[in-house]
């Protein structure tokens, strides 16, 4: 069975930076669109940032633009997100996720579990 599983999640104040990483668990994995979504209390899950087969992008949200970063490992299992300039607005529950439908992911195949990020004023 194919698992996403992320770390790196925690708390910080306004300004400062966290990195998240979601490893696979499957060589499959290597062909599937990677990325992160986010979802914050009484709002819809939302899409953050992706990354294609061969690190071939990377797409954002406007609201993350220039202050997140998504990376790819060689073996294109695993993923980090540099989060920078961190804003309360980012506080939720992180996802990381698997798709084959294109680079804004609106069909993953696989999830993770969450980590949960908590940015303070």
């Known amino acids: 069975q194919v698992q996403l599983v992320e770390s790196g999640g925690g708390s910080a104040q306004a300004g400062g930076a966290l990195t998240l990483s979601c490893v696979g668990s499957?060589?499959?994995?290597?062909?599937?669109?990677l990325g992160w979504f986010r979802q914050a209390p009484g709002r819809e899950r939302e899409f953050v940032a992706s990354?294609?087969?061969?690190?071939?992008?990377?797409k954002y949200a406007d609201s993350v633009k220039g202050r997140f970063t998504l990376t790819r490992d060689h073996r294109g299992i695993t993923t980090s997100l540099q989060m920078n300039s961190l804003k309360p607005e980012d506080t939720a529950v992180y996802y990381c996720?698997?798709?084959?439908?294109?680079?804004?992911?609106?069909?993953?195949?696989?999830w993770g579990q969450g980590t949960q990020v908590t940015v303070s004023a």
């Open positions: 996720a698997a798709d084959r439908s294109g680079p804004l992911m609106r069909q993953p195949s696989y």
């Open positions: 499957d060589r499959g994995l290597s062909t599937y669109t």
């Open positions: 990354i294609g087969w061969s690190g071939v992008g990377p």
